[in-house]
Nanobody, 117 residues
Framework: QVQLVESGGGLVQPGGSLRLSCAASVSIYSFNRMGWYRQAPGKQRELVARIITGGISDYADSVKGRFTISRDLAKNTLYLQMNSVKSEDTAVFYC???????????WGQGTQVTVSS
């Protein structure tokens, strides 16, 4: 059973930094893509950043140059480094992964990020 567990959320001031982690219960070689989504109150869930097969990453325009997605294959962990955060980054952030072969989607439980002074 695949489980994704996020951590690292919390309260951060505008302009500050935060790093989110997503620990997978299986080898992340099992996935053909992993990523981070977020959902703000009253809004739809949206893609923030993702890594696909080959290690290629892409980002939402709103976070380009501020957020960096990365992974540690030895630790089976996905990260999202968030710099220069803004109030509009406030949301619940979800880790996502899709398994190779059967293309099944998995989601973490979410971690709250609140940007406020």
């Amino acid at each position: 059973q695949v489980q994704l567990v996020e951590s690292g959320g919390g309260l951060v001031q505008p302009g500050g930094s935060l790093r989110l982690s997503c620990a997978a219960s299986v080898s992340i070689y099992s996935f053909n893509r992993m990523g981070w989504y977020r959902q703000a109150p009253g809004k739809q869930r949206e893609l923030v950043a993702r890594i696909i097969t080959g290690g290629i990453s892409d980002y939402a325009d709103s976070v380009k140059g501020r957020f960096t997605i990365s992974r540690d294959l030895a630790k089976n962990t996905l990260y999202l480094q968030m710099n220069s955060v803004k109030s509009e980054d406030t949301a619940v952030f979800y880790c996502y992964a899709q398994t190779r072969g059967n293309f099944r989607d998995y989601w973490g439980q979410g971690t709250q990020v609140t940007v406020s002074s």
